[in-house]
């Protein structure tokens, strides 16, 4: 007889620990174990325990495991959740099997040996089979649903709690969640605000809403919001950095001429654009779109231009505003120069549609919803067992779910956005649908996305300082681990599983839609590793950089109105701080969009910051170690990001690694 040292290791979660038998059969290439009880009445959570499994004769290299968990007679059927196993064989070989899976019936489950295996790798008969059983029940478990024309594909589920357990919320998690929403409501019920239609008699009693939620930035936002230049620098810094273009001929629709703007130090337009210092921001995303009617009341959402200017002093200002597409007399053009209301009123009709851009194009499309395509066609198409499943598998983490509660509580026929803002309703699918027609890869890779803006020089750029500092670390990591699995072109193309991974996501995520340039199959290593890079730095860098600032400029809603309530206006002169009040949401629209935006800043109590793995399932030591030096290298970008942020009067914390998570999670 022979002996293995069998370890199991429980995962530390509520619930996760079992009374039932727990039995384990060891399948080598030279033959499989008897299927063995663990000699234990109950598996505790966070428990680390050992177990002997007998066998007549060595079984040779290990392949996979088996697991049950069957109920005793007199107690329950439970939940049990293994991080994983590790076995020592009796040719003192140490095998580590990655479980990181609620195990919740009577069935057999497989789990295979940490050392990563390609399809075209397999050998063993089992191995393959159990490997085609994983995809066939996952494909089963992770559906793809249809939710609107010209829109992502979503995952297939009744509600969040039909979701397979192992991509649900933590019991921290979800717990935090709900107390955080419901309290936030409570607070805003006991002031009478929730009921409350009426509008703001004066800017001041907004203070009321969340008086004790302020951040330092918030407060900093409350005091500035009316300046030019704090107007100008949240098209660089604020939640929605990715609008902002060089402007070197002016579009045909926005004819702003040299004797309308005054720009210092005796230049003019046409000189500051052949210099490349004047800048664009272009809502046309949004023209045409149905406003919202809310609370019975016809809501106002236009598609503004934009035009900013970087004066000697690096500081950019805006010198003009549109805000309609198209030319005409009732659509002036406003400037600084004009009446203080007049100026003012057109820049909060910009910050309303920077709003609903930013919602639903930048954050919600573009990280959560390819985020949501990104984890469902990774888990229906790579077996845990494949390198890119255990690259990416953490990046997934919280995002199905997150998802699934936007759909209800935010965008749903009762949610937030379809009762409260001007952009909910019809308009929100249909800006959902322009958006994804215009996507780009390139969009989406933001060495490639600052390149088309023409935005590499200009100064106090720190999301794009730091983005770009983080995809070439990220870069480096996918780079370090795909090379060592993928010698050649060729293996990437023999790779069936990999092909299948990105024609699920070209298919259901962006619709087939080829002017996108999304990859439909890989050919090189080199693409290979870029995509697989855009999909890490989406889930992680880019929406930490368009959510986590959300209550900080959101915080004070007159400078980001969630609705409008009167119409833009049509000629000059006409404005005044009356009009203004009136134009802004009313109290209870007011209050739910700050607490909407406080609900989706608030950082978990169970948060993984970017380069930390929890979970172990690279067992070799070049992967390994490339995971190590990715950590090490984030701490230094960390340290460098904190030390600039000390000069800064408004620092940019948004893209320190510390404070991105590895996922989508919020």
Not at 150 to 157: C, E, H, Q, R, S
Not at 339 to 358: G, N, P, Q
Not at 507 to 516: P, V
Request: net charge negative.
């Amino acid at each position: 007889m022979v002996d293995y040292e069998v370890t199991v290791n429980t995962g530390n979660r509520v619930k996760a620990t079992t009374s039932n038998n727990v039995h384990i059969k060891l399948v080598g290439t030279d033959g499989e174990s008897d299927r063995t009880l663990l000699k234990s009445t109950v598996i505790f959570r966070g428990s680390v325990s050992k177990y002997t499994v007998s066998c007549p004769n060595s079984l040779g290299e290990l392949v996979l495991i088996e697991l049950e968990k069957r109920p005793s007679k007199i107690l329950p059927e439970d939940s049990w959740f293994a991080d994983k196993v590790e076995i020592k064989s009796p040719e003192n070989d140490v095998y580590i099997f990655p479980v990181y899976c609620w195990i919740s019936d009577r069935k057999t489950h497989r789990y295979r040996e940490g050392k990563a295996l390609r399809i075209f790798e397999e050998s063993h008969s089992l191995g393959q089979y159990a490997r085609e059983q994983e995809l066939s029940q996952r494909s089963a478990d992770y559906d793809w649903d249809f939710y609107a024309p010209g829109v992502p594909y979503t995952i297939k589920t009744d509600d969040p709690s039909t979701l397979p357990d192992e991509v649900k919320f933590s019991f921290t998690k979800k717990t935090q969640f709900a107390f955080t929403a419901a309290t936030a409501l409570l607070e805003l019920k006991l002031k009478g605000l929730v009921d409350n239609q009426e509008n703001w008699k004066n800017l001041d009693d907004i203070n009321d809403v969340f008086r004790n939620k302020d951040t330092p930035l918030s407060d900093y936002v409350q005091e500035q919001w009316k300046e030019d230049w704090l107007f100008a620098y949240q098209f660089l810094n604020g939640v929605n950095p990715n609008l902002i273009q060089r402007c070197k001929t002016l579009p045909e629709n926005f004819p702003v001429t040299d004797d309308m703007v005054v720009i210092p130090d005796g230049s003019n337009l046409s000189n500051e654009l052949q210099q490349g210092n004047v800048y664009l921001c272009d809502y046309k995303n949004l023209d045409g779109m149905p406003a919202n009617t809310v609370q019975g009341k016809q809501q106002y959402l236009t598609a503004p231009l934009v035009l900013l200017h970087k004066r000697q002093d690096d500081k950019l200002m805006p010198i003009a505003i549109q805000l309609k597409q198209t030319p005409a007399e009732d659509n002036p053009i406003f400037f600084p120069t004009d009446s203080t209301y007049d100026w003012l009123t057109a820049k909060i009709f910009v910050r309303s549609a920077d709003f609903s851009e930013h919602q639903l194009n930048t954050h919600l499309l573009r990280t959560h919803l390819l985020a949501e395509v990104f984890a469902v066609s990774l888990l229906r198409n790579l077996p845990m067992v494949h390198p890119l499943y255990k690259l990416l598998i953490s990046h997934t983490r919280y995002t199905l779910q997150i998802n699934e509660l936007a759909r209800d509580a935010l965008i749903g026929p009762t949610g937030l956005f379809t009762q409260f803002f001007a952009s909910g309703g019809e308009a929100l699918t249909k800006i959902l649908e322009r958006s994804l027609s215009s996507i780009t890869y390139r969009s989406l890779c933001i060495p490639d996305n600052i390149a088309d803006r023409d935005l590499q020089d200009v100064p106090n750029f720190y999301y794009r300082d730091d983005g770009l500092q983080l995809w070439s670390i990220i870069f480096k990591y996918v780079q370090g681990v795909i090379q060592y699995y993928y010698k050649s072109d060729d293996e990437v193309q023999q790779d069936s599983e990999l092909q299948t991974w990105i024609g699920d996501i070209f298919e259901h995520g962006f619709l087939s839609q080829s002017q996108t340039e999304i990859p439909q199959r890989f050919t090189t290593v080199p693409e290979l590793t870029k995509f697989v890079t855009m999909v890490m730095f989406t889930s992680s860098c880019q929406h930490a950089a368009v959510n986590s600032g959300q209550y900080d400029y959101g915080g004070w809603m007159p400078n980001t109105p969630v609705t409008l309530q009167r119409a833009p206006p049509i000629e000059k002169g006409t404005t005044s701080e009356a009009t203004m009040l009136e134009t802004l949401p009313p109290i209870n629209v007011t209050a739910q969009g700050m607490a909407a935006v406080w609900l989706l800043s608030r950082q978990s109590l169970d948060f993984v910051p970017l380069g930390n793995y929890p979970e172990t399932h690279y067992i070799e030591e070049t992967p390994c170690q490339l995971q190590m030096d990715f950590k090490k290298e984030l701490d230094m970008l960390a340290f460098t990001i904190n030390n600039r942020n000390k000069s800064l009067e408004i620092p940019y914390t948004y893209l320190d690694p510390k404070n991105v998570e590895n996922s989508v999670a919020i």
